[in-house]
């Protein structure tokens, strides 16, 4: 077998030295300490490799908008109706340009697989969602795209969002989602989304519960349905912040519920620290519920990024590794084995709850992954670590140089001359 690429020197989470990675015709030919070929080589000089970084809740379609909304109280209503808004100017270039910056940077920074929804309804029509697809097509070198048909302002008191739903998931999209929070009837809208996921045998994901209120959880009905039609492991919600309100009796026994049904959260603190407490005068809560704990009750966890440069977070650099580190410093997470087990919301367990089959490093596994300036995912949430370069099917798809400080030694100016 000829090998095309050696990475010399990489430091595996849970090893306890270097090794070496072999590729060959896109796949890990052998992984193994002084790996003995004369192939071209790249140092990796210690420094942490994975699988890549996985997003399992963005939106592409709605980022970038932030100058065509108006802030005035940052509530999630306010958001949602700003961007029902706006959508309804959108274009198909439009959101193919901005979801493409979005994109470009999530590379950069280290990711190679999202999960993207795209609001289809009467006000986006099929505009946004035909310009993901062809975003998905287009990446597919560096990023794979997984699109969720998605009805963001509800389903009972929407007519024809139902049908338009039914038309992508039978022209590209992955899943379907549903958000029964914007809906005047949450039970229906949850079987109905639950309806169209068995009628295409794909997975649902739903944005839920999201605010501070304790009572009135739609949770219990997405458990019931999800045990009903025997989709555990093919379920997934987001925010559900109502149980960052929960006392540890009440949140440890929706964990559990949540475990028996194999449902999958996936916490976003950008998003939830931006728009939940607002009525709160002092003492804000923090309105992030708590993955950590919910993992070791069993559940399968994952932290998002959710929105960039929206009403619903008008920020953001689409960086896994910052979200981590926002969710560590807001947990209250400082110990190693702690930090690691976040670096795993957004590796491992972000791969569980897509369905990944090959995403750990194995010899026969494709050669896709990403060398981190770190030494362990510990240090690279701690640290805020950058991606220094990552490899899809055998090929580079970026690089970022490390920075150079220049006073204190000789440089050459602006027009050659050395100083």
């Known amino acids: 077998m000829a090998i095309d690429l050696v990475i010399r020197n990489a430091f595996l989470p849970g090893s306890d030295g ?6 060959a015709n896109g796949r890990i030919a052998a992984m193994a300490p002084h790996f003995v070929c004369d192939a071209p080589e790249y ?57 493409a910056g979005i994109v470009e940077q999530a590379i950069l920074n280290g990711t190679n697989r999202l999960r993207t929804f795209v ?13 993901i697809k062809r975003l998905r097509a287009d990446y597919a070198a560096a990023i794979d795209i997984e699109i969720c048909a998605f009805a963001q302002e509800g389903l009972t008191n929407d007519p024809g969002t139902e049908e338009m739903l039914d038309t992508a998931l039978a022209s ?37 519960d999201f605010d501070l209120d304790p009572a009135g959880s739609n949770l219990p009905l997405v458990i019931a349905e999800t045990l009903a039609r025997g989709y555990q492991g093919r379920v997934s919600v987001g925010h559900v ?80 590794i910052r979200m981590a580190n926002l969710y560590a410093n807001v947990a209250q997470i400082g110990t190693a084995e702690a930090l690691e087990a976040v670096f795993d919301m957004i590796t491992i367990n972000a791969a569980r709850l897509l369905g990944l089959e ?47 400080l220049l006073f204190g030694q000789q440089h050459q100016n602006l027009d050659g001359r050395l100083e």
Do not use: M
């Open 119 to 131: 609001e289809i309804d009467g006000r986006a029509g099929f505009r946004s969602f035909d310009a």
């Open 18 to 23: 270097f090794t070496d990675i072999a590729f």
């Open 358 to 404: 090959q995403y750990a490093l194995d010899v026969g596994g494709p050669a896709t992954l990403v060398l981190f300036d770190a030494v362990s995912g510990a240090d690279a949430v701690a640290r805020l670590s950058p991606a220094v370069t990552g490899w899809k099917n055998g090929r580079q798809t970026f690089l970022r140089p490390a920075s150079r």
């Open 241 to 320: 912040t109502k149980l960052s309100a929960l006392p540890p009796e009440a949140f440890e026994a929706v964990a559990r519920s949540l475990t028996q049904a194999g449902i999958a959260v996936t916490v976003l603190p950008a998003t939830d620290l931006f728009l939940t407490g607002r009525a709160a005068t002092h003492l804000v809560p923090r309105g992030v519920t708590p993955a950590h704990r919910l993992a070791q009750l069993g559940v399968l966890t994952t932290i998002s990024t959710n929105n960039v440069l929206n009403p619903f977070t008008p920020f953001g650099d689409v960086s896994l």
């Open 43 to 99: 140092d990796a000089r210690g420094r942490l490799i994975s699988g890549g970084l996985i997003e399992t809740h963005i939106h592409l379609d709605k980022a970038g908008i932030i100058g065509r909304c108006v802030l005035c109280t940052g509530t999630l209503a306010e958001a949602v109706s700003e961007t029902s808004k706006a959508k309804a100017a959108f274009t198909e270039e439009d959101v193919y340009a901005r979801g």
């Open 172 to 208: 590209g999209a992955d899943l379907v989602g549903g958000c029964p929070y914007t809906d005047p009837n949450p039970a229906d809208h949850i079987r109905r989304i639950f309806d169209l996921g068995e009628r295409y045998g794909v997975p649902v994901d739903f944005h839920l």
